[in-house]
């Protein structure tokens, strides 16, 4: 009996030095992942002598526990596999999971510049700034026009207005335009010197600009309650015709000097600067002589003032699209060459077609010889 016992402690220590050994090993597999394959065979390869080992001294071992126990714990994955097997997923685009998640920013992007011709985002940008100064300036003129101090005349408001419009005409005009205005872009393409589907990018872009410049002006001037705003001054059908006639003139005046051949086009910015100039100091003390929807918008929004905000909206729309139209039906077509009379011709030119004739005569008998 004796013996017997001391046989079965035997047995059981070394099952319990086997099983801290496997323990240490299973703990290496957790630690390195990438020896998981090798260490998975030494565990089997253990579990099989410790089965014989157990036959041998008379006690059965429970090989199936083993088996079960030790590829669940050498197979457990590391946490950071799937993370690794995604990103390489991502990375080669083999993961249509993956591929939905990219920003639809870029291939909007992508869509926009095969719409539009090249460089036309750096015409809005253009416009963006050149509409940012004509608010800046023309509103907070007006505002400091309309305070206690006066520090503004209306008159130096007026000539404000007119002359930044010449001066950002000089400055962009030979990149955007600078149209500084949704109603003047609209007129535009009504008579086919602007292509449409370029319109509301442009009225856009405008209308940030003024927004922009707007709420500059009201962090700047903050005691000032309505920064530039305009609204009508007597009702708002006298306010309408005003804004009609005013943008009628101004309109019919960019489309003689900006789109005609004929006109002297280096005067242009001087040209509409006046125009704006003296139609703002008329139109100004009935409606506000804006002329222009995005310069109502942008510090209505600021100083949430929406007072006969549509006078604004309508009536430079219509005058714009008046002048354009008008212009073009008085528009002076060139005839073709062929069409050219005589009688049309200069006393230089038909002096110097009477003395070709007269070479001919000459040399007709030299010919005939």
Excluded at 217 to 231: E, F, Q, R, Y
Excluded at 271 to 296: E, F, K, Q, W, Y
């Amino acid at each position: 009996m004796n013996n017997s016992d001391e046989m079965s402690r035997n047995i059981d220590d070394a099952k319990i030095e086997q099983v801290s050994n496997e323990d240490k090993v299973l703990a290496n597999l957790v630690s390195k992942p990438a020896t998981r394959n090798n260490a998975t065979k030494k565990l089997k390869l253990m579990a099989s002598k410790s089965a014989d080992t157990s036959l041998e001294g008379g006690c059965l071992w429970e090989r199936h526990k083993l088996d079960n126990q030790v590829p669940k714990m050498a197979t457990t994955e590391h946490p950071k596999s799937n993370n690794l097997s995604e990103k390489i997923e991502a990375v080669s685009g083999q993961n249509p999971n993956t591929q939905q998640n990219i920003p639809h920013l870029y291939y909007f992007w992508k869509s926009l510049e095969h719409q539009y011709p090249p460089g036309f985002f750096k015409k809005v940008v253009a416009e963006i700034i050149a509409t940012y100064m004509l608010v800046f300036v023309t509103c907070g003129s007006a505002a400091l026009s309309a305070g206690d101090e006066h520090k503004v005349s209306k008159l130096g408001a007026s000539v404000a207005g007119g002359l930044i419009v010449t001066v950002m005409i000089y400055a962009v005009g030979h990149i955007s335009g600078a149209h500084m205005n949704p109603a003047v872009t609209l007129a535009f393409a009504a008579v086919r010197h602007f292509p449409w589907k370029q319109v509301p990018v442009y009225a856009v872009a405008q209308l940030t600009g003024a927004i922009s410049a707007s709420f500059t002006l009201a962090i700047l001037l903050h005691p000032i309650k309505h920064i530039g705003t305009t609204s009508p001054s007597g009702t708002h059908i006298q306010a309408l015709v005003m804004e009609i006639v005013v943008t009628f003139s101004m309109m019919f005046i960019t489309s003689a000097v900006a789109t005609d051949t004929k006109a002297i086009g280096e005067l242009a910015g001087i040209a509409v600067g006046s125009a704006v100039c003296i139609t703002s100091i008329l139109a100004g003390p009935i409606s506000g002589g804006s002329m222009n929807p995005a310069r109502t918008i942008g510090p209505a929004i600021a100083s949430s003032y929406y007072d006969g905000i549509w006078v604004y909206v309508a009536g430079p729309i219509g005058g714009t699209l008046l002048g354009a139209w008008s212009y073009n039906l008085i528009r002076v077509n060139d005839r073709p060459t062929h069409e050219i009379s005589p009688g049309s011709l200069s006393f230089k030119l038909r002096r110097m077609r009477s003395n070709e004739q007269h070479l001919d005569t000459k040399e007709q008998p030299l010919n005939s010889v």
